[in-house]
């Protein structure tokens, strides 16, 4: 395997499983070394990693603010960002939890601002780098119970342009990935038929694997990109050329 990614460090958030988990192997694969991040040490997810590119397993929550200064101060190099660490809180607009809006944005917005203004600062050290967030369809079409989350997917893409103009002078690129309907297990747990339920609505005619996302996030981190800032790009088997919703999620939130 090409390892585009040879002498890089990187730091994926939210690397435990799911999507940050593979992302975190994808760039290890392509020669990064690679440091993960999640609330808690995501230790197995470092123990996948060949030694080669082993970097460090780190506990933050990254919705407060002197914990994300602390992770980044862990570290010496910095020059791909991955920001993946998210939650979803659904919300019941007629009930909402004031809560579970709070918490979500604090993790999911709030927290890819000063992870990325932190990474900045370690990029402009080396002459530059790749901040890549993980964005999601959400941020651009309506879903039942998503009010916070989409609200902070859309300001995630709102905030990767204002980034991108910021930064661009110190070398730095930034742009977003938005997955679709995604196959891991926080999914399924709300609703046990999600790929098979999601696969009838999307064009491609089924739901995305976490593979589906690494290539992405590799064009982003590489230097295939090197021209590219400011942009968000869809990966979602062509469902926002549609937005057509499974009738279980027009009529409750899962998991209610």
Same mark, same amino acid.
């Given at each position: 395997m090409t390892e585009r990614l040879a002498g890089k460090v990187a730091?994926?958030?939210?690397?435990?499983?799911?999507?940050?988990?593979?992302?975190?192997?994808?760039?290890?694969?392509?020669?990064?070394?690679?440091q993960v991040a999640d609330r808690e040490a995501p230790t197995e997810t470092l123990a996948a990693l060949d030694v080669e590119h082993r970097g460090l397993a780190l506990a933050a929550d990254i919705a407060d603010r002197a914990a994300v200064g602390s992770l980044f101060a862990s570290l010496d190099r910095l020059d791909i960002l991955v920001n993946c660490a998210g939650i979803t809180g659904w919300v019941d607009v007629t009930n909402p939890a004031e809560d579970v809006w709070d918490a979500v944005v604090a993790t999911n917005l709030k927290g890819t601002f000063f992870c990325s203004t932190e990474a900045a600062g370690l990029m402009r050290a080396v002459g530059g780098g790749s901040i890549i967030n993980i964005s999601s369809v959400v941020a651009a079409r309506g879903h039942h119970g998503l009010a916070a989350y989409g609200a902070t997917k859309?300001?995630? *893409?709102?905030?990767?342009?204002?980034?991108?103009? +910021? @930064?661009? /002078?110190?070398? =730095?690129?930034?742009?977003?990935? $938005?997955?679709?309907?995604?196959?891991?297990?926080? *999914?399924?747990?709300?609703?046990?038929?999600?790929? +098979? @339920?999601? /696969?009838?609505? =999307?064009?491609?005619?089924?739901? $995305?694997?976490?593979?589906?996302?690494v290539g992405p996030v590799l064009f982003f981190a590489s230097p295939d990109s090197a021209y590219v800032t400011g942009q968000v790009l869809y990966v979602d088997g062509g469902w926002t050329v549609v937005g057509d919703l499974p009738d279980a999620y027009r009529e409750r939130i899962p998991g209610s």
């Open positions: 730091l994926v958030t939210g690397a435990a499983r799911g999507i940050g988990r593979d992302l975190a192997l994808g760039l290890a694969a392509h020669g990064a070394r690679v859309g300001g995630i *893409n709102a905030l990767t342009i204002q980034l991108a103009s +910021e @930064l661009a /002078a110190d070398g =730095i690129r930034v742009n977003a990935v $938005a997955p679709g309907a995604t196959n891991v297990a926080r *999914n399924l747990a709300d609703e046990p038929r999600y790929a +098979e @339920l999601w /696969a009838e609505r =999307i064009p491609l005619g089924r739901a $995305a694997e976490t593979d589906d996302i």
